[in-house]
Every structure is written in C-alpha cells, then in structure tokens.
C-alpha cells in the first residue's frame, strides 16, 4: 500500500481541485477504465488530454504532483512505520457512512488515521456545540454520551474545546468508542497520540484527518472539519449553538442536505440559538435525547430559507435517478425556495447536467454514464 499511497497523497492535495473535480477522476479512471491510481499517473498527456478531458492547467497540475512523488514516496514511507494508515475512497475499509452522506462533491478523498479502524464501521453519533456552552448544555451531551455507548454508539468528536471535548471525556469515561475528527494534519496531533494512548492501544479511540499530515491547525481546517463530522455520524446532536459560528453553519447546511438534526429543548431563560434551528427544521429533544412531542407542532413553523447554491448539488443529482426532469418537477420535488428561472440558470451552469430539448420545452438529465458511475463509488 506504500507505494501507492505515494500517488494518494499527490491525486488527494491538488491545489484548487474541490472534492467533486478528483472524485469524478477517480470514477473515471478506477470505475470505467479500471486502471490503478499508479496507472492513470503514468499515462501520457495526450490520453489525459482527450479521454479525461482534463485542461493544460489541469495537466500542469498533475505533472507537478508527479514531480513530488520521490518525495513523497518517503513521506508515505515514514508514515507507515509511524502506525499511520491511508485509506483512499476507492478501498472498501473507506467509511460506507461518509459516502453516503456527503456523496461525491464533499466526500474527502482519502483518510488519514491511527488507532482502530473497525470504529469506522460502528453505529455512530456526533454530539455538537458551542466551545462557550453553558452548564446545561454540558450535562446534555454527558448523558447522551453515555447512552450512545450504552448502546455501543461511536462518538464523533471534531476535539474542540466546549461540546466537542465534553462528548470526547464522556465516551472515555463511560468506556465508549470515539472518532476524534482533526481540525489539522494527523503527524501535528503528537500530544494527543501522548494523551490518549492507552485509548487508542485498547481499541477506544480512531484519530482521522483528511487533511495534509503537515497541516498545522487553522480556523479554514476547523471550518472544513466540519462536514466530516457530520458525514462520519449517523444521528446528529445539538447541545448548544450560537447564531453564527461552525456549529450554526454546518446544522444548516446539514438541513439543507436533508439530514435529521436534533436539537437540544432550551430552557426559557437561555440564551442561544436552539430555538432557530428548531425553527428552521431541526428536532427538538429533551435531556435523553427523546423526540418532544410537541416537536411536529413546531415544525410546521419551520422558517424556509432559500438555499445557497453550493449546498444543493448533491440534492439535485440525487433527485434524477435515471430520470430526465424540467425545473418545475425538480422545484416540486425537492421542495427548494427558488424560482423556475433561477434554478435554471443553475442547471445550465452544472457540469453532471445536460439539457434535453422536447418541443419548445427544456428538460435536464445526468450526463452519459453520470448516474452509473455515481452509484458505483457513493452507492
């Protein structure tokens, strides 16, 4: 696997490439050509050129990344007898629960660990909030902790002061299993692998980074970090959250993306923002994390949002299904707040998409082999 984590690391880095653009690669070469990664690094600039239809700068890009692999060949080697593991998205140990939540425009394409592996594959929750939370808030997440690994949950942890590190104590000090989701690169965690490694030799703790093992800590990672936590985690738990912030905006954008939040029932006389998210979709739940009653009632009250446009591609493909749609059937089905004009425009702008003309009438479909290879990789 060294050798080929050395083309991991360069195909997973790429300056300026987003998630999608090197997913839809790999889908490529892996999925319809079925070559290695080694195998597609090796191809001329011609076959780069007209059978992926990638750019010159795009080229330039990867000729540059082949000319890091000596490098990068003894990176991966260190790693390796540093008891770091690499898992790219094409290895079936790569996280079936991550796939299928983020799908192929933000699933990471390769995973930096240490520790046991296995977790990855449990039943998992993450427990999320302020770094600032209050006393209730804290207790909340102690007690959801300690139920989830009553029930052998995993506990998702991004390691942040507050919330994060309250759900990562808790899962320890209840004997439970944790993923702790780093905000940097797994070889700058040195004090962590000191504090925890009687958890991680035991089997209890996974470290993941998706990051450059180098990658020292910044406020963009911490930003960044978050959608991992939330495509690790099968349910999602709000403490607390602000109204602004990393726990506001990835509750958001997970509503966006359909996902089922649950949100703490704040008391009358606190002051944060549970009672937004509950407003705009998310579901309340009480100090064991049960479902309020009321919680119907108070979702027909929800606050509609128009999405912002980079969190509703992955709806978007979704929805097609083999299917070849117009907007107003994509509008009614996804129940978006926008207009047929402006989700048009949209459509147009969207590479996986095609227009199909039926009479005077525009109708969008996935491009040739789009959906396939989709649910070849991201299931």
Known sequence: MTKEATYWIALAHLPKWGYLKINNLIIKFFHEE?????????LPESIWSDKYQLTPQDISDLQKAKSELPNNAFFAENLSSQGFELIPITSPEYSKTLKQNLKAAHSPALLYIKGNKKILYEKSIAI???????????????NIAKLASKDFKVIVSGFAKGVDKQALDSAIKYTGQSIIVLPQGITTFSSGFKKYYRQIVDGNILVLSVFHPKAVWSAGLAMARNPVIYGLADEIFVAESSQKGGTWSGVVDGLRKGRKIYVRQPEPNEKNANNLLIQKGAIPVDFNGV????SEQMATTSIVNKPSMDTIEDRILKVFNGKTLSAKEILEKLKLDLTTKELTIYLQKMETIQTVKKGQKNYYTLKSNQQEQQTKLFG
């Open 34 to 42: 079925k070559i290695s990664i080694e195998d597609f690094f090796n």
């Open 128 to 142: 999320v909030g302020s770094r600032d939370a209050g006393k209730n808030s804290l207790e909340f997440t102690d």
């Open 291 to 294: 479902e309020n009653p009321n």
